[in-house]
């Protein structure tokens, strides 16, 4: 009985000061491995970043090479009839948009969202004033048409995405 007492007088001390030193060391790789997800996520943030401003340049680049008054000044050709011209017309808008398709990745789901809406409204109304023009009609009476229906209303899918994303570019940077 004495052994087992004797025995258990060296045991508990070297038991409790292994329990110590293994919550310290614990406590030391926890900290330790959270230094590195933060340095990580510091590297990250430096490397994607810039990424991600590009992203919403290109964004923006497409949205203003897709408005009206600057696709039709750029492409208009007088020499196609509407219908043509309304094909080349959604021919470019569906380039562009396929050209930065893998922007997406790196914007929010709200903001790719609304870029797509903007082009898909785009399309859609240059496909229903192509179904309304007359058959004879050339593409400077399109994109006059165009242009009036266009500029009606100021606040269209494409001027309310570009302003959605310079703000949420001016909150997230």
């Known amino acids: 009985m004495e ?6 007088k060296l045991i508990l001390p070297a038991g ?3 329990y110590a030193m293994y919550l310290t060391v614990k406590s030391f790789l926890n900290k330790e491995i959270e ?7 510091k590297i990250n943030t430096q ?3 810039p990424i991600r401003l590009q992203a919403y340049e290109r964004i923006s680049l497409l949205l203003e090479r897709i408005s009206p008054d600057q696709m039709l000044t750029r ?12 094909h080349v017309l959604i021919s470019e808008i569906r380039q562009e948009f396929n050209h930065n398709l893998s922007q997406q990745i790196y ?3 709200s903001a790719w969202n609304l870029v797509k809406s903007a082009v898909e409204e785009l399309i859609i109304k240059i496909n229903q004033l192509g179904e309304e023009m ?8 399109f994109s006059r ?9 100021p606040d269209n899918a494409i001027n309310s995405a570009l302003i959605f994303l310079k703000d949420e570019i001016r909150r997230d940077f």
């Open 145 to 153: 048409k165009l242009i009036e229906e266009w500029m009606q209303v």
């Open 134 to 141: 007359p058959a004879e009609a050339g593409s400077t009476e």
């Open 3 to 8: 052994v087992g007492v004797e025995l258990l």
């Open 107 to 109: 914007m929010s789901d």
């Open 75 to 86: 492409l208009n050709d007088k020499a196609l009839s509407a219908i043509q011209f309304r």
């Open 35 to 41: 230094d590195r997800k933060e340095e990580r996520k």
């Open 16 to 18: 409790l000061v292994l």
């Open 47 to 49: 490397v994607v970043m």
